[in-house]
């Protein structure tokens, strides 16, 4: 289904899709890298990814996705992204309008909340959601550093291993918009 859709855009040049929704199609890793290939999607504001078997590989892919300067929301729930594919993600200077990020049900732990933590374009982050994966305690130490949490709004971090964590939360400067959080 992806490939054919993808076709399509690529034949009409559609330039009036805004949203690209592909949650539990499991299209993969190759997937993605077609997606990087499609530099007409410029129009595209959402991306939901959900439960595609995505990898650390598929992130480095859509590291490439340069053309999507204007999503705003992004859902990489549910997937095998690790700390790698955080890497990748954090040097995605063109992802400047993202309000809502989820990356929930993946793989991430200390380090990749560490790469994660160093990403200087997420200015106009309202939603994050962290939920069940594999951060403790170390790893709140390098997320309460992040300066993109000023306008987060509404944070989810449950069902990771941040028992004494709350104490950087509690301490965290950032936090100040904060209306929602799950732990």
């Known amino acids: 289904i992806f490939e054919y859709l993808i076709q399509i855009n690529l034949k009409n040049k559609n330039e009036n899709i805004i949203e690209l ?6 299209i993969g890793d190759n997937m993605i890298k077609i997606l990087s290939l499609c530099t007409d999607l410029k129009s595209i504001t ?25 999503l705003t929301n992004i859902c990489f729930s549910n997937n095998n992204i690790g700390d790698n594919g955080m890497n990748y993600f954090s040097k995605c200077n063109f992802l400047i309008n993202l309000n809502d990020i989820d990356f929930a049900r993946n793989k991430i732990s200390n380090r990749g909340i560490e790469y994660f933590s160093k990403c ?7 939603y994050l959601n962290l939920d069940n994966n594999n951060i403790n305690n170390e790893g ?10 000023k306008k987060i709004t509404y944070l989810i971090l ?3 291993d941040i028992c004494n964590g709350i104490k950087y939360l509690s301490e965290c400067e950032f936090l100040k918009n904060l209306t929602y959080l799950s732990l």
């Not at 929704?21 to 499991?26: L, T, V």
């Not at 200087?120 to 309202?126: A, G, H, V």
């Open 140 to 149: 709140m130490k390098h997320f309460c550093k992040c300066d993109f949490l």
């Open 21 to 26: 929704n592909f949650n539990d199609e499991e």
């Open 120 to 126: 200087k374009f997420l200015k106009n982050l309202t």
């Open 158 to 160: 449950a069902n990771n």
């Open 46 to 70: 959402n991306l939901k990814l959900y439960k595609n078997n995505i990898s650390d590989k598929g992130i480095k892919y859509f590291s490439r996705c340069v053309f999507l300067i204007n």
